[in-house]
């Protein structure tokens, strides 16, 4: 068990440039989710994938924001034409659901700074 | 949807005192409350959660405590010790078929334990 692993950890981006983040979750969970953390502020949750199905989406998901899980393992985010209120921490957690108690592990984050 | 307000945001303890974080929640069908904690450059970890069917959970240092009537959750951390200095957050999801198990997290609550 590596843990949630997420890449880059850092991402510096110009103001209308694309970005994208990957999330490898715990090998076998099969639940993922996108958190969306900025300065000073808890995780807010973004949008959610069981396998490869994303069956949620937050309206704090814009439509500059999509998600991708295309093979029920790894996930990708995609932002398009970034602005300066996109800048935050992007957290993926994953959890497995035959638990009893789904609990939800995170990653490190990947930190945007949109300039 | 679930709102979770936090108390207090910074707390402030001397080494071996106790420390107490209070949380309270809107929505009567969440059922599971965990507590994550953050250290800088991190992402959360979970330290200890409990369920809805029980008042009171314990783990070595770690106790949380949770009040359905009320809809009040708190976290109890005795024997503070300097690495417990960190960001803790609570958080509310509603754990059952059918749901996407999102955490709705509280603002979080700046621990500092001085020595």
């Known amino acids: 068990d590596t843990g949630v692993s997420q890449d880059p950890r850092h991402k510096i981006t110009k103001r209308g440039q694309n970005v994208t983040f990957r999330c490898d979750p715990i090998?076998?969970?099969?639940?993922l989710y996108w958190y969306r953390q900025t300065l000073g502020q808890g995780p807010e949750f973004l949008t959610y994938?069981?396998?490869?199905?994303?069956?949620?989406k937050s309206r704090l998901l814009s439509d500059r924001f999509s998600a991708e899980r295309p093979k029920g393992s790894f996930s990708t985010l995609e932002i398009q034409r970034t602005e300066q209120g996109d800048s935050a921490m992007y957290l993926c957690?994953?959890?497995?659901?035959?638990?009893?108690?789904?609990?939800?592990?995170f990653g490190a984050g990947t930190r945007l700074s949109v300039l | 949807g679930e709102n979770v307000e936090q108390h207090p945001s910074t707390l402030s303890v001397q080494e071996g005192d106790s420390a107490v974080i209070k949380c309270t929640y809107s929505?009567?069908?969440?059922?599971?409350f965990p507590w994550y904690k953050q250290e800088l450059g991190k992402g959360p970890q979970l330290i200890i959660d409990?369920?809805?069917?029980?008042g009171e959970k314990k783990d070595q240092r770690i106790a949380v405590t949770l009040n359905k009537t009320a809809k009040h959750f708190s976290l109890h951390i005795t024997e503070t010790q300097p690495e417990d200095s960190a960001v803790y957050f609570c958080?509310?999801?509603?754990?059952?078929?059918?749901?996407?198990?999102?955490?709705?997290f509280g603002k979080g609550t700046l621990l500092t334990v001085n020595p």
């Open positions: 957690a994953s959890s497995l659901s035959r638990a009893t108690k789904n609990i939800q592990y």
């Open positions: 090998s076998e969970h099969n639940r």
């Open positions: 994938f069981q396998n490869e199905a994303q069956l949620e």
């Open positions: 929505d009567s069908a969440s059922n599971y």
């Open positions: 409990i369920r809805s069917n029980v």
């Open positions: 958080a509310a999801s509603r754990n059952s078929g059918g749901s996407n198990y999102k955490l709705t």
